[in-house]
């Protein structure tokens, strides 16, 4: 009993690694158990089996081997803490340094694995990014700063350093791929921002100037802010911005209204109904309390958040919900300072924040934790203070894209994967900068904006639905040749007169002919000379003038052939019948009317003198 007892809790020590397994300290010769084993054998057999004799009942089988391994394997597992013998340690080193080989080869497998593992893990992710196939889309010559798609997919809007706006239609563009509308809609000034609404029915545009717009899907203006007073201090006692735009983006849940940021210090939220006033204004100010410039701004997709990216490296995010005085994040020091943010994004939760800057580096932030970010990918050249980084509709990729100084290399856009920041493809695009670049959910396609004026649509057969699909699927309608409509001739010597065809005559002949003929050969009309007729007047003067000219020459030669006293007394009898005017005032006074005599010529009197007898 006081054996069992000593092994039951020697066995509890060796679970709780208070002491060395024995078999460890005393190596063990095992041999199968047979009814002629002697006592020795029966002793060693009986502790390894943990009881203290056998019985009359027959003994039960075990798998001796199997219970070596377990043992050496947990021999292993279990450090020693006493001194051993040479004798006793040279066995356990010998198991030890065969086991060390074993693990380090499992490790160097294990690292195979894993890399093959991310091999095929990157290669899946790469099939994802629909880039199989392109088409491209000519705005001008100069940068594209901005690309939009309407909530369909079905129509884009691109805008340039050109000042214009184009409108593309996929339904209704042909292989030539031509936009169908061009319009300027901020005279010269160039483009900064486009979006569509949610519902695609408007497009918000910011330019250069101080004023954004809101434009139909037709390209038709409907509304415009109001400028504020650029001579008051207090910009928010302004009514709208007084400096440059940078960034105008639409509210994701409420299609009225919308967000700009500016280079006054602030960002504005507009209702649409209202343009003469903005709805709230949110001052932007450095870690030092001073004004600084907000150079891009975004909402969060859950609208948990407000966002703009400062000039002096700073990222500032406000809750709506609350007083919009002090941000409710601050990230100090988020990019270096005195570089343009150019870019926000935000991931469906509203807690991962990637943003892009002209320090020519992306970073990944965590709005929970704003000490150090997730990730930082440098040496991404940026020339560009609207170049643009987004996550894929899925958050599987995050996306931006590099500049280039012109005839100097080639610009790309890059993918990195939002697990463990891999770098999975780059886009390279010849003697062009990547600019702005958008991932559209519904169509699954990728339109990149590029300094050279072109745009690139991006699509995989398989995975990708209409858009560009619609314009590379139809082909290029082919041209007739010329066709010449040359009357045969036929020569019939032998026939009668009246069926024999003329002969052709010269051609300069009939061209002389015609020429006289004023309809065949379209003879302009003459202008008129003289007093006009058929409803035509003589050239320098128009149809009015005529008219009163002949009015004035017929009145002044009737006035000069008839005797103005005649023409006033042949009007007497009726007067003096029927007086009206000046009768009835001399009524009284003068009853009857006295004439002035005719005075004689100056001749005449001259004439009497002379005969004066």
């Given at each position: 009993?006081?054996?069992?007892?000593?092994?039951?809790?020697?066995?509890?020590?060796?679970?709780?690694?208070?002491?060395?397994?024995?078999?460890?300290?005393?190596?063990?010769?095992?041999?199968?158990?047979?009814?002629?084993?002697?006592?020795?054998?029966?002793?060693?057999?009986?502790?390894?089996?943990?009881?203290?004799?056998?019985?009359?009942?027959?003994?039960?089988?075990?798998?001796?081997?199997?219970m070596?391994?377990?043992?050496?394997?947990?021999?292993?597992?279990?450090?020693?803490?006493?001194?051993?013998?040479?004798?006793?340690?040279?066995?356990?080193?010998?198991?030890?340094?065969?086991?060390?080989?074993?693990?380090?080869?499992?490790?160097?497998?294990?690292?195979?694995i894993?890399?093959?593992?991310?091999?095929?893990?990157?290669?899946?992710?790469?099939?994802?990014?629909?880039?199989?196939?392109?088409?491209?889309?000519?705005?001008?010559?100069?940068?594209?700063?901005?690309?939009?798609?309407?909530?369909?997919?079905?129509?884009?809007?691109?805008?340039?350093?050109?000042?214009?706006?184009?409108?593309?239609?996929?339904?209704?563009?042909?292989a030539?791929?031509?936009?169908?509308?061009?319009?300027?809609?901020?005279?010269?000034?160039?483009?900064?921002?486009l979006?569509?609404?949610?519902?695609?029915?408007?497009?918000?545009?910011?330019?250069?100037?101080?004023?954004?717009?809101?434009?139909?899907?037709?390209?038709?203006?409907?509304?415009?802010?109001?400028?504020?007073?650029?001579?008051?201090?207090?910009?928010?006692?302004?009514?709208?911005?007084?400096?440059?735009?940078?960034?105008?983006?639409?509210?994701?849940?409420?299609?009225?209204?919308?967000?700009?940021?500016?280079?006054?210090?602030?960002?504005?939220?507009?209702d649409?109904?209202?343009?003469?006033?903005?709805?709230?204004?949110?001052?932007?100010?450095?870690?030092?309390g001073?004004?600084?410039?907000?150079?891009?701004c975004?909402?969060?997709?859950?609208?948990?958040?407000?966002?703009?990216?400062?000039?002096?490296?700073?990222?500032?995010?406000?809750?709506?919900?609350?007083?919009?005085?002090?941000?409710?994040?601050?990230?100090?020091?988020?990019?270096?300072?005195?570089s343009?943010?150019?870019?926000?994004?935000?991931?469906?939760?509203?807690?991962?924040?990637?943003?892009?800057?002209?320090?020519?580096?992306?970073?990944?932030?965590?709005?929970?934790?704003?000490?150090k970010?997730?990730?930082?990918?440098?040496?991404?050249?940026?020339l560009y203070?609207?170049?643009?980084?987004?996550?894929?509709?899925?958050?599987?990729?995050?996306?931006?894209?590099?500049?280039?100084?012109?005839?100097?290399?080639?610009?790309?856009?890059?993918?990195?994967?939002?697990?463990?920041?891999?770098?999975?493809?780059?886009?390279?695009?010849?003697?062009a900068?990547?600019?702005?670049?958008?991932?559209?959910?519904?169509?699954?396609?990728?339109?990149?904006?590029?300094?050279?004026?072109?745009?690139?649509?991006?699509?995989?057969?398989?995975?990708?639905?209409?858009?560009?699909?619609?314009?590379?699927?139809?082909?290029?309608?082919?041209?007739?040749?010329?066709?010449?409509?040359?009357?045969?001739?036929?020569?019939?010597?032998?026939?009668?007169?009246?069926?024999?065809?003329?002969?052709?005559?010269?051609?300069?002949?009939?061209?002389?002919?015609?020429?006289?003929?004023p309809?065949?050969?379209?003879?302009?009309?003459?202008?008129?000379?003289?007093?006009?007729?058929?409803?035509?007047?003589?050239?320098?003067?128009?149809?009015?003038?005529?008219?009163?000219?002949?009015?004035a020459?017929?009145?002044?030669?009737?006035?000069?052939?008839?005797?103005?006293?005649?023409?006033?007394?042949?009007?007497?009898?009726?007067?003096?019948?029927?007086?009206?005017?000046?009768?009835?005032?001399?009524?009284?006074?003068?009853?009857?009317?006295?004439?002035?005599?005719?005075?004689?010529?100056?001749?005449?009197?001259?004439?009497?003198?002379?005969?004066?007898?």
């Amino acid at each position: 009993m006081d054996e069992d007892l000593e092994e039951m809790a020697t066995l509890r020590a060796l679970k709780r690694g208070h002491q060395p397994n024995p078999m460890q300290s005393q190596p063990i010769k095992l041999t199968q158990y047979t009814g002629s084993s002697n006592k020795n054998q029966d002793d060693q057999l009986m502790k390894i089996m943990g009881i203290s004799a056998f019985g009359k009942k027959t003994a039960r089988v075990f798998d001796v081997e199997e219970m070596v391994k377990q043992s050496i394997g947990s021999i292993s597992a279990t450090k020693p803490t006493t001194s051993h013998s040479d004798d006793e340690d040279e066995h356990p080193t010998k198991i030890n340094a065969a086991e060390d080989k074993t693990e380090s080869n499992y490790s160097d497998v294990d690292d195979e694995i894993d890399r093959d593992e991310i091999n095929d893990e990157s290669e899946d992710l790469e099939s994802k990014i629909p880039t199989f196939r392109h088409i491209t889309l000519n705005h001008g010559r100069k940068t594209i700063s901005s690309v939009a798609l309407d909530r369909g997919g079905g129509r884009i809007a691109t805008g340039s350093f050109d000042y214009d706006v184009k409108l593309w239609d996929f339904g209704g563009m042909a292989a030539s791929l031509q936009s169908f509308r061009t319009v300027t809609p901020c005279e010269s000034h160039q483009i900064k921002s486009l979006q569509f609404s949610s519902t695609g029915d408007k497009i918000l545009v910011a330019s250069g100037s101080a004023q954004a717009k809101v434009l139909d899907r037709d390209g038709m203006e409907i509304m415009e802010c109001i400028k504020g007073d650029q001579y008051l201090a207090d910009m928010a006692s302004t009514k709208g911005h007084v400096a440059m735009l940078h960034r105008a983006c639409w509210d994701p849940f409420i299609n009225e209204e919308f967000m700009t940021c500016s280079d006054d210090g602030t960002l504005r939220l507009w209702d649409v109904s209202n343009s003469k006033k903005h709805k709230t204004v949110i001052k932007t100010k450095g870690s030092d309390g001073r004004k600084t410039i907000p150079t891009t701004c975004t909402y969060s997709k859950g609208r948990r958040l407000v966002a703009g990216g400062c000039q002096d490296g700073s990222l500032q995010l406000w809750d709506p919900k609350k007083p919009l005085v002090r941000p409710a994040i601050l990230i100090k020091g988020a990019h270096t300072k005195g570089s343009d943010v150019s870019s926000i994004a935000f991931r469906a939760s509203g807690q991962i924040v990637a943003s892009r800057a002209c320090d020519d580096t992306l970073k990944v932030w965590d709005v929970r934790s704003t000490t150090k970010p997730l990730f930082v990918a440098d040496n991404l050249v940026n020339l560009y203070s609207m170049t643009s980084c987004l996550f894929s509709p899925d958050e599987t990729f995050l996306a931006t894209g590099t500049s280039i100084r012109k005839g100097k290399g080639n610009g790309s856009l890059i993918f990195y994967d939002t697990t463990h920041f891999n770098k999975i493809q780059e886009i390279n695009l010849p003697d062009a900068s990547v600019v702005s670049c958008l991932w559209h959910d519904k169509i699954n396609q990728i339109m990149i904006g590029c300094s050279n004026g072109d745009i690139r649509l991006y699509f995989d057969p398989l995975r990708s639905t209409k858009g560009a699909k619609l314009c590379a699927s139809k082909s290029t309608r082919k041209t007739d040749g010329i066709v010449m409509n040359v009357k045969p001739v036929v020569i019939t010597p032998h026939a009668l007169p009246m069926f024999r065809e003329s002969k052709p005559k010269n051609a300069k002949k009939k061209e002389d002919k015609d020429r006289q003929n004023p309809i065949a050969s379209r003879k302009p009309e003459l202008p008129v000379t003289g007093p006009g007729k058929g409803g035509r007047v003589r050239s320098g003067g128009s149809l009015s003038a005529f008219i009163v000219k002949n009015l004035a020459t017929d009145h002044i030669k009737n006035f000069q052939e008839e005797d103005a006293r005649a023409a006033i007394l042949k009007h007497a009898e009726s007067a003096k019948d029927d007086p009206y005017w000046i009768a009835p005032a001399y009524a009284v006074t003068q009853p009857k009317p006295i004439f002035a005599e005719p005075e004689e010529d100056e001749s005449d009197q001259q004439e009497k003198k002379k005969f004066k007898p």
